[in-house]
Structure formats: structure tokens, C-alpha cells
């Protein structure tokens, strides 16, 4: 009897967890509808960030409006992103683990971006924004530069500000 009792909590909690998942589809869905906006033309946008709490935070400020957000924790994980599919927007961290012994600066990985999409609006975050960031990102023709700690409200203007 005692085993028949925890297969149907793991039942309850998975059918709990599904009509979750579709809340927030149907809540994302209203919130496009109400824009008059489909999700077919939302900007797809990367956000590769190796801190879990700023990615997600990013992630979930971009969601709320109506966004199409994937994110990634290092350049390896971006790249099959960026082979995989099409994003209009990449919001890049400059500072990015070495992944197996490789290190991957930032810029690297908006050269890869280019190199596969060579349309691609690139953000760049920064901790330190000064002249030598500036100067290299406008040598990689980057839209916007963003020092940390970044403002959500600041970077939900300048995405939808962005002429895709």
C-alpha cells in the first residue's frame, strides 16, 4: 500500500508541473495577443552569461515582454546555439569561463556569431566598459555596450529600440 502512495504524489507532481508549464504558455501567449503581436515575429534573443542569477534575470526581464529567450552559461554551449537556430539579438558577457582548458573571450565569441550569422545584434555586458571595450566594439560593430550591474528596464528599451 505504501508503495502505490509515493506513485501517485510523482503523478500529482508531474501533472502539477505540466499545467504549469502551460499557464505560463498561455500567459505569454495572452500578453503577445494583447500587443497585437504574434510570437512568429518576436526577436529571438541569446543571452550568454556565466552567472546563473544575472542570465536568468536577464532571461525572465526579456520573457516578461514577450521575447523568444534561450540562454547560454559559456561559448561552447552559445555556439551550438547559434549553429542550431537564428537569433536577431545576442547579449554577450566579455568575460567568459575557459570551457575543457579552452578560453573563450567575449569577442571571440561575437566573431563565431558573425562568422555564422553576419547579421546578428550584438549587446555586449561588461563589468569594466571603458575606452579599449568601446574602441573593440565598435571595430566588431557591436549596437550597444552595457556595464554591469545591468538595468533591466535600460535593456528592455534598447532591444525593442533595435531597427530588426
Not at 41 to 53: A, E, G, M, P, S
Not at 72 to 94: H, N, P, T, Y
Request: aromatic share 4%; glycine share 6%.
Amino acid at each position: 500500500m505504501n508503495s502505490v502512495r509515493p506513485a501517485a504524489r510523482e503523478t500529482r507532481r508531474k501533472r502539477d508541473e505540466r499545467d504549469s508549464n502551460w499557464s505560463r504558455i498561455v500567459a505569454s501567449w495572452q500578453c503577445l495577443q494583447q500587443r497585437g503581436t504574434s510570437p512568429a515575429v518576436q526577436k529571438r534573443i541569446l543571452v550568454v552569461d556565466d552567472h546563473r542569477h544575472s542570465r536568468e534575470g536577464l532571461r525572465e526581464s526579456l520573457l516578461g515582454e514577450g521575447y523568444q529567450v534561450e540562454t547560454a552559461a559559456d561559448g561552447w554551449q552559445a555556439i551550438k546555439k547559434v549553429k542550431e537556430g537564428r537569433f536577431e539579438v545576442a547579449i554577450i558577457d566579455l568575460d567568459l569561463p575557459p570551457v575543457y582548458g579552452v578560453d573563450m573571450s567575449g569577442w571571440d565569441l561575437i566573431r563565431i556569431c558573425r562568422a555564422f550569422h553576419p547579421g546578428i545584434t550584438i549587446i555586449v555586458v561588461s563589468a569594466e566598459a571603458g575606452q579599449e571595450v568601446k574602441a573593440q566594439a565598435e571595430e566588431l560593430k557591436v549596437a550597444k555596450v552595457l556595464e554591469k550591474p545591468i538595468d533591466p528596464t535600460q535593456l528592455k528599451a534598447i532591444v525593442s529600440n533595435l531597427n530588426l
